[in-house]
């Protein structure tokens, strides 16, 4: 247990690329939490945003490797916010504090889907440049929870991370994968109530990706093959979303 959190990769990432913390509303508790790696010259990054459980470290790997290939990659991990609105709104003025005009979004699952909302709100004046999307949707309806999503912050840390939880592999699986949700489960932990109830809501808050919006924009889909949180029929769904759009879409294997 916990062999990738002791792993040399891991601590020599956390002992090289420094977390910094930024504060772009007035609300001085909504802080951002990221790793900035790589050249600070290239002025169109290539920007990761994670998965309910996840946080902005669970893209070391990702991180050490495209930079030693000359990239600038940022990993972020998000501040409280309840609504795609009020988080659109906080990641564009997070991109006007760091002076970039325009980026390349990595999403997984909910990253993925704040990334399609986060295109939507700027196409009249485009901020992204390209989407990635792992394991990702197009629309919340798929987790038959919009009804409770208002209610995830009344509900205590432990049922909610057990609502996560839920989601994770629980048979057999080989030893990196084992590993890989060992690492997961303990960047889950290290989540607040408020993190995970604003998470929670926001994949589950009812909302879906207007297509039209983001027509202009390259996608790139990155599937597993494995079990996931999502169904065939969801994945199905936003293949046929970017399939109306004519985007190019292209089906590869990720893991962490």
Not at 21 to 34: E, G, H, N, R, T
Not at 206 to 214: L, R
Not at 230 to 247: D, W
Request: glycine letters at 4%; one cysteine or more; charged letters at 20%.
């Amino acid at each position: 247990m916990g062999e990738i959190k002791v792993s040399p990769d891991y601590n020599w990432f956390r002992s090289t690329v420094p977390l910094k913390k930024i504060i772009v509303d007035d609300d001085d508790s909504k802080i951002w939490s990221l790793y900035d790696a790589g050249p600070r010259n290239i002025r169109c990054p290539l920007i990761f945003l994670p998965p309910v459980s996840g946080t902005a470290d669970v893209f070391f790997r990702q991180i050490l490797a495209l930079t030693g290939w000359g990239y600038r990659v940022i990993a972020l991990q998000y501040p409280v916010y309840w609504d795609h609105l009020e988080f659109c709104d906080g990641f564009r003025k997070l991109l006007d504090h760091l002076q970039l005009d325009k980026v390349h979004l990595f999403g997984a699952s909910l990253g993925g889907f704040l990334a399609q909302k986060f295109a939507e709100y700027t196409h009249k004046s485009p901020r992204v440049h390209s989407l990635i999307l792992c394991n990702s949707f197009s629309d919340t309806s798929i987790f038959n929870q919009t009804w409770t999503a208002n209610s995830f912050w009344l509900m205590p840390s432990f049922m909610l991370k057990k609502i996560v939880l839920g989601n994770f592999s629980s048979g057999p699986v080989d030893p990196v994968m084992a590993d890989a949700i060992d690492f997961m489960v303990d960047r889950l932990e290290s989540l607040g109530q408020s993190e995970l109830a604003s998470r929670l809501t926001l994949n589950c808050q009812n909302s879906y990706v207007e297509p039209h919006k983001i027509r202009d924009i390259p996608v790139t889909i990155m599937d597993v093959f494995d079990q996931s949180a999502l169904s065939t029929e969801a994945k199905e769904e936003m293949y046929k979303l970017l399939y109306i759009r004519r985007t190019l879409v292209i089906f590869m294997l990720f893991w962490l």
